[in-house]
Protein backbone atom coordinates (compact mmCIF):
# COMPACT_ATOMS: atom_id res chain seq x y z
CA UNK A 1 0.00 0.00 0.00
CA UNK A 2 0.96 3.49 -0.43
CA UNK A 3 3.20 4.93 2.14
CA UNK A 4 4.43 8.43 2.95
CA UNK A 5 7.39 9.65 4.58
CA UNK A 6 7.50 13.47 6.66
CA UNK A 7 10.16 15.26 7.32
CA UNK A 8 11.26 16.91 10.32
CA UNK A 9 9.25 16.04 12.79
CA UNK A 10 9.56 19.05 14.80
CA UNK A 11 10.54 22.75 13.09
CA UNK A 12 11.19 25.90 15.27
CA UNK A 13 11.22 29.03 13.26
CA UNK A 14 11.56 32.75 14.29
CA UNK A 15 8.55 34.43 13.02
CA UNK A 16 8.73 36.30 9.42
CA UNK A 17 11.39 33.22 8.36
CA UNK A 18 9.82 30.50 6.26
CA UNK A 19 9.43 27.23 6.94
CA UNK A 20 9.61 24.07 5.25
CA UNK A 21 8.24 20.72 5.37
CA UNK A 22 8.60 17.39 2.94
CA UNK A 23 6.59 14.27 2.38
CA UNK A 24 7.48 11.80 -0.15
CA UNK A 25 5.19 9.10 -1.16
CA UNK A 26 5.84 5.51 -2.74
CA UNK A 27 2.95 4.89 -4.86
CA UNK A 28 3.32 6.71 -8.61
CA UNK A 29 -0.44 5.97 -8.91
CA UNK A 30 -1.56 8.62 -5.92
CA UNK A 31 -2.40 11.81 -7.87
CA UNK A 32 -3.75 13.92 -4.94
CA UNK A 33 -1.69 15.48 -2.53
CA UNK A 34 -3.64 17.81 0.36
CA UNK A 35 -1.53 19.08 3.18
CA UNK A 36 -4.02 19.76 6.65
CA UNK A 37 -3.00 21.63 9.73
CA UNK A 38 -4.17 20.66 13.04
CA UNK A 39 -4.12 23.08 16.32
CA UNK A 40 -4.53 21.19 19.77
CA UNK A 41 -8.00 19.75 20.39
CA UNK A 42 -8.90 20.31 17.19
CA UNK A 43 -9.79 18.12 13.64
CA UNK A 44 -6.98 18.74 10.39
CA UNK A 45 -8.00 21.83 8.27
CA UNK A 46 -7.20 21.74 4.96
CA UNK A 47 -4.99 24.59 4.09
CA UNK A 48 -3.81 23.87 0.66
CA UNK A 49 -3.95 21.06 -2.11
CA UNK A 50 -2.14 19.83 -5.37
CA UNK A 51 -2.97 17.55 -7.76
CA UNK A 52 -0.87 15.56 -10.03
CA UNK A 53 -1.27 17.71 -13.33
CA UNK A 54 0.29 20.56 -11.35
CA UNK A 55 3.44 21.55 -10.96
CA UNK A 56 3.18 24.19 -8.15
CA UNK A 57 0.48 25.67 -6.01
CA UNK A 58 0.34 29.09 -4.08
CA UNK A 59 -2.05 30.13 -1.44
CA UNK A 60 -0.93 33.60 -0.21
CA UNK A 61 1.77 33.21 2.25
CA UNK A 62 1.35 28.87 1.72
CA UNK A 63 2.53 27.09 -1.23
CA UNK A 64 2.90 23.76 -2.25
CA UNK A 65 5.22 22.32 -4.80
CA UNK A 66 5.12 18.34 -6.40
CA UNK A 67 7.69 16.30 -8.12
CA UNK A 68 6.54 13.23 -9.75
CA UNK A 69 8.91 11.92 -10.69
CA UNK A 70 10.60 11.89 -7.29
CA UNK A 71 8.07 11.32 -5.56
CA UNK A 72 8.40 14.09 -3.55
CA UNK A 73 5.93 17.17 -2.62
CA UNK A 74 6.78 20.23 -0.03
CA UNK A 75 4.74 22.41 1.99
CA UNK A 76 6.84 26.59 1.91
CA UNK A 77 4.95 28.93 4.48
CA UNK A 78 6.72 32.54 4.24
CA UNK A 79 6.04 35.51 6.56
CA UNK A 80 5.05 32.54 9.35
CA UNK A 81 3.78 34.18 12.35
CA UNK A 82 2.73 32.59 15.61
CA UNK A 83 -0.48 31.02 14.65
CA UNK A 84 0.94 28.94 12.11
CA UNK A 85 2.18 27.33 15.17
CA UNK A 86 0.06 23.55 15.10
CA UNK A 87 0.84 20.37 13.85
CA UNK A 88 1.10 19.79 9.42
CA UNK A 89 0.54 16.47 7.80
CA UNK A 90 0.46 16.35 4.52
CA UNK A 91 -1.29 13.07 2.84
CA UNK A 92 -2.09 11.30 -0.88
CA UNK A 93 -4.48 9.38 -2.36
CA UNK A 94 -5.28 7.71 -5.64
CA UNK A 95 -7.91 8.37 -8.24
CA UNK A 96 -11.24 6.69 -7.73
CA UNK A 97 -10.11 6.06 -3.62
CA UNK A 98 -9.65 10.10 -2.72
CA UNK A 99 -11.28 10.01 0.72
CA UNK A 100 -8.96 6.96 1.34
CA UNK A 101 -6.15 9.88 2.61
CA UNK A 102 -2.46 8.12 3.85
CA UNK A 103 -0.76 10.45 6.04
CA UNK A 104 2.60 11.45 6.73
CA UNK A 105 3.29 11.46 10.97
CA UNK A 106 2.93 14.93 11.13
CA UNK A 107 5.72 18.33 11.92
CA UNK A 108 4.59 20.50 14.63
CA UNK A 109 5.71 23.68 13.92
CA UNK A 110 6.47 26.00 16.34
CA UNK A 111 7.16 30.10 15.37
CA UNK A 112 8.92 31.98 17.98
CA UNK A 113 8.63 35.40 18.60
CA UNK B 1 -22.35 26.71 5.61
CA UNK B 2 -21.89 24.30 8.33
CA UNK B 3 -19.31 22.16 8.38
CA UNK B 4 -18.24 18.28 8.99
CA UNK B 5 -20.82 17.96 12.65
CA UNK B 6 -19.65 15.08 15.41
CA UNK B 7 -21.05 13.88 18.03
CA UNK B 8 -20.56 13.29 21.11
CA UNK B 9 -17.16 15.47 21.58
CA UNK B 10 -15.88 13.26 24.55
CA UNK B 11 -16.74 9.85 26.35
CA UNK B 12 -15.31 7.50 28.29
CA UNK B 13 -16.07 4.12 28.11
CA UNK B 14 -15.20 0.94 30.01
CA UNK B 15 -13.67 -2.13 28.30
CA UNK B 16 -16.02 -4.41 26.96
CA UNK B 17 -18.10 -2.14 26.25
CA UNK B 18 -19.39 -0.53 22.86
CA UNK B 19 -19.68 2.62 21.21
CA UNK B 20 -21.66 4.69 18.94
CA UNK B 21 -20.16 7.95 17.17
CA UNK B 22 -22.76 9.82 14.73
CA UNK B 23 -20.91 12.65 11.63
CA UNK B 24 -23.28 14.74 9.71
CA UNK B 25 -21.44 15.56 6.61
CA UNK B 26 -21.26 19.01 4.72
CA UNK B 27 -24.33 19.97 3.21
CA UNK B 28 -24.62 17.94 -0.12
CA UNK B 29 -21.70 15.90 0.28
CA UNK B 30 -22.46 12.75 -0.16
CA UNK B 31 -18.92 10.40 0.80
CA UNK B 32 -18.42 10.12 4.55
CA UNK B 33 -15.32 8.71 5.73
CA UNK B 34 -13.71 8.13 9.21
CA UNK B 35 -10.18 7.74 10.74
CA UNK B 36 -8.73 7.11 13.74
CA UNK B 37 -5.88 9.19 15.45
CA UNK B 38 -3.76 8.21 17.99
CA UNK B 39 -0.48 9.48 19.15
CA UNK B 40 1.52 5.76 18.33
CA UNK B 41 -0.29 5.16 14.87
CA UNK B 42 -1.04 9.05 13.14
CA UNK B 43 -4.25 9.30 11.63
CA UNK B 44 -5.53 5.99 9.47
CA UNK B 45 -8.27 5.58 7.60
CA UNK B 46 -10.98 3.04 8.91
CA UNK B 47 -13.55 3.09 6.05
CA UNK B 48 -15.73 5.24 3.48
CA UNK B 49 -19.39 5.61 2.91
CA UNK B 50 -20.98 6.80 -0.52
CA UNK B 51 -24.99 6.72 -1.22
CA UNK B 52 -25.06 4.06 1.99
CA UNK B 53 -22.76 1.49 0.90
CA UNK B 54 -19.13 0.98 2.19
CA UNK B 55 -16.52 1.85 -0.89
CA UNK B 56 -13.48 0.94 0.89
CA UNK B 57 -12.18 -0.19 4.16
CA UNK B 58 -8.92 0.19 5.80
CA UNK B 59 -7.02 -2.05 8.27
CA UNK B 60 -9.27 -2.65 11.17
CA UNK B 61 -10.82 -5.27 13.03
CA UNK B 62 -14.12 -6.33 12.01
CA UNK B 63 -15.36 -5.03 15.52
CA UNK B 64 -15.27 -0.95 14.01
CA UNK B 65 -18.22 -0.96 11.35
CA UNK B 66 -20.06 1.86 10.39
CA UNK B 67 -22.99 2.80 8.47
CA UNK B 68 -24.54 5.37 6.32
CA UNK B 69 -28.30 7.15 5.85
CA UNK B 70 -30.40 8.17 3.02
CA UNK B 71 -29.24 12.23 4.07
CA UNK B 72 -25.66 10.95 4.00
CA UNK B 73 -25.07 11.01 8.01
CA UNK B 74 -22.83 8.35 9.09
CA UNK B 75 -22.58 6.37 12.01
CA UNK B 76 -19.65 3.72 13.78
CA UNK B 77 -19.40 1.50 15.87
CA UNK B 78 -17.01 0.16 18.13
CA UNK B 79 -17.89 -2.87 19.66
CA UNK B 80 -16.10 -4.99 22.70
CA UNK B 81 -13.72 -2.01 23.33
CA UNK B 82 -10.37 -2.28 23.93
CA UNK B 83 -7.85 0.24 25.71
CA UNK B 84 -6.17 0.81 22.40
CA UNK B 85 -8.76 1.78 20.78
CA UNK B 86 -8.42 4.96 23.36
CA UNK B 87 -8.25 7.66 20.42
CA UNK B 88 -9.77 10.66 18.49
CA UNK B 89 -12.10 9.86 15.70
CA UNK B 90 -12.27 12.19 12.75
CA UNK B 91 -15.25 11.96 10.74
CA UNK B 92 -14.36 13.39 6.67
CA UNK B 93 -16.99 14.91 3.98
CA UNK B 94 -16.60 15.14 0.15
CA UNK B 95 -18.80 15.70 -2.60
CA UNK B 96 -17.53 12.92 -4.04
CA UNK B 97 -14.67 10.67 -3.62
CA UNK B 98 -13.97 8.86 -7.29
CA UNK B 99 -14.06 12.48 -8.68
CA UNK B 100 -9.89 13.59 -9.13
CA UNK B 101 -11.80 17.05 -7.92
CA UNK B 102 -12.78 16.22 -4.19
CA UNK B 103 -11.76 17.75 -1.17
CA UNK B 104 -12.10 16.37 1.60
CA UNK B 105 -12.81 18.33 5.17
CA UNK B 106 -12.62 16.84 8.50
CA UNK B 107 -14.58 17.63 11.60
CA UNK B 108 -13.57 18.16 14.81
CA UNK B 109 -13.77 14.93 16.17
CA UNK B 110 -15.08 12.71 18.93
CA UNK B 111 -12.33 12.00 21.95
CA UNK B 112 -12.67 8.46 22.95
CA UNK B 113 -10.90 6.95 25.57
CA UNK B 114 -11.65 3.49 27.28
CA UNK B 115 -10.34 2.67 30.68
Known amino acids: GENVEQHPSTLSVQEGDSAVIKCTYS??????FPWYKQELGKGPQLIIDIRSNVGEKKDQRIAVTLNKTAKHFSLHITETQPEDSAVYFC????????????FGTGTRLQVTL | KAGVTQTPRYLIKTRGQQVTLSCSPISGHRSVSWYQQTPGQGLQFLFEYFSETQRNKGNFPGRFSGRQFSNSRSEMNVSTLELGDSALYLC??????????????FGEGSWLTVV
Open chain 1, 27 to 32: DSASNY
Open chain 2, 92 to 105: ASSLDSRSSGNTIY
Open chain 1, 91 to 102: AASKPGTASKLT
